[in-house]
């Protein structure tokens, strides 16, 4: 993990005007808040007024983007006197343990962390967020305006906010650059396909480039992919998403099951399923590798590109050896099926409070730490802040951590789970079509139709639809 400069919370004057211009730079519109610590944003409390408070924080185990944060609790212990214990849980636990407990009223948790697939689930059991953002953005409008876009869609159906932000992701694509720069390589491109060789911005563009460099003489395919399991059938609804299509329309109907919204899923589908078994630009072991694996392969040097949850891993390809060992690796947005102009899949990660937490005051001090400039720059090193500004900074701005590629990616980045029980009966229906789909064992247009059925299932049975 990348080091980065250490954030010091100093008392002094300069740290008071150092903090009123980083909110305004933020986009907070808040003044620093009195009786706060100078230099944080959003504010701390000064006093320590909830010292002896435990709070129980339920978090992913071995999350390496979460885990700078993780190092850093020792400073807002110190700052607040509050104590922080983590349960750290397997990814696959994260929405069944935390929901059991808050909906038995156990009090176990002072906090629930849940992400875009299943934050639904828990509105029942949760505190809504407004007042305490009013206290500190000034309005919910000014919050809004703060965190990306794709806040709209964790709110509830009563239009409130019961989530606050914390980690944003997006999937993006890989390419050796030294490949895509070398001089004979541009000439044999061009002579090939007509036009230079370059990141690619289209689906076309996709095809031919991993055609180009797929050389199975040389044990090199032309891309890598996460396209295995859960992540794989992710891989497909974040292009999906990328047409313009939600998975569901206004009326709840699902957008898969007639006219443009069933063309492009069965494009899609037939797309991936092809470039593995037919036209084998795509590494046959992508259908079972998930994004840690691709990252693996890309480096041995196997694959000109790569695609995936990536961004995990972008300050470790900027390491010395491993740019010594594959070249400096670039990044590109990868491109929309139907060339809209439209995001793919939100990662989304969120905090809220259970109605049953035993120091929720404490955990809204923890809370609004973890969105501070520090510790989320630490956090950099592998995800995206959902602060637009700090979002700017570590992608944009000379010398940010992440590539641009990721910044476009999530500025238009959308959740894609609307309603809560699309992440239950569907989500597991689609994972397990898709993961036959992708061994050549079902085809796009079966798929399709299979996952319609269970979605209307699930929704007629949820009272959605009739």
């Not at 953002?133 to 906010?161: L, M």
């Not at 630490?378 to 802040?385: H, K, R, V």
Request: hydrophobic content about 40%; some cysteine.
């Amino acid at each position: 993990m990348a080091q980065f400069q250490r954030f010091s919370f100093t008392l002094g004057a300069a740290s008071c005007v150092a903090a009123t211009v980083m909110a305004a730079v933020l986009g907070g519109g808040a003044a620093l808040a009195q009786g706060s610590i100078p230099g944080t944003f959003p504010p701390i409390k000064a006093g320590k007024p909830h010292a002896g408070a435990v709070i129980n924080v339920p978090s992913q185990k071995g999350w390496a983007s979460f885990a700078p944060a993780v190092e850093k609790t020792k400073e807002f212990e110190q700052m607040t006197g509050i104590t922080v214990k983590y349960d750290m849980m397997p990814g696959s636990e994260i929405p069944t343990k935390q929901l059991l407990a808050v909906s038995q009223k156990t009090g176990a948790y002072d906090i629930v962390t849940q992400h875009a697939s299943s934050f639904g689930s828990f509105f029942n059991f949760l505190l809504p967020m407004e007042d305490r953002i009013k206290e500190v953005w000034g309005s919910v409008e000014k919050f809004e305006d703060w965190v990306f876009p794709a806040q709209q869609g964790v709110k509830n159906k009563d239009g409130k906010h019961y989530y606050i932000p914390f980690h944003a992701n997006a999937q993006i694509g890989y390419y050796r650059k030294q490949l895509f720069e070398d001089p004979k390589e541009k000439a044999d491109f061009r002579a090939r396909y007509g036009y230079d060789l370059a990141p690619p911005t289209t689906i076309k563009q996709v095809e031919d480039i991993a055609r180009f460099f797929t050389r199975p003489d040389k044990n090199l395919f032309g891309l890598t992919a996460n396209w295995g399991g859960g992540q794989g059938f992710s891989a497909f609804l974040d292009y999906y998403n990328a047409t313009g299509h939600d998975q569901l329309g206004k009326d709840y109907q699902p957008t898969m099951k007639t006219g443009a919204g069933r063309e492009a899923a069965v494009q899609i589908l037939a797309w991936m399923q092809g470039a593995i078994h037919k036209d084998k630009f795509v590494n046959p072991d992508s259908a079972n590798f998930q994004t840690g694996q691709v990252s693996d392969y890309f480096l041995s040097g196997a694959s000109a590109m790569a695609y995936g949850w990536l961004s995990d891993y972008w300050a470790f390809m900027q390491k010395p050896e491993n740019i010594k060992q594959v070249g400096p690796v670039g990044a590109f947005r990868f491109p929309s099926f139907t060339g809209a102009k439209a995001g793919g899949y939100s990662s989304w990660w969120v905090m809220g409070i259970p109605k049953d937490a035993k120091n929720p005051d404490a955990a809204w001090e923890y809370i609004k730490w973890v969105l501070n400039e520090h510790p989320q720059i630490e956090m950099a090193a592998g995800q995206l802040p959902p602060i637009r500004a700090l979002a700017y900074k570590t992608a944009v701005e000379p010398g940010g951590i992440n590539p641009r590629a990721l910044y476009d990616a999530f500025a238009e980045a959308r959740i894609i789970i609307q309603v809560p029980e699309m992440s239950q009966q569907p989500r597991t229906k689609g994972t397990e079509l898709y993961t036959q789909l992708i061994a050549n064992k079902l085809t796009p247009g079966q798929f399709v139709d299979e996952y319609v059925v269970e979605t209307e299932r699930t929704l007629r049975r949820a009272g959605y639809i009739k």
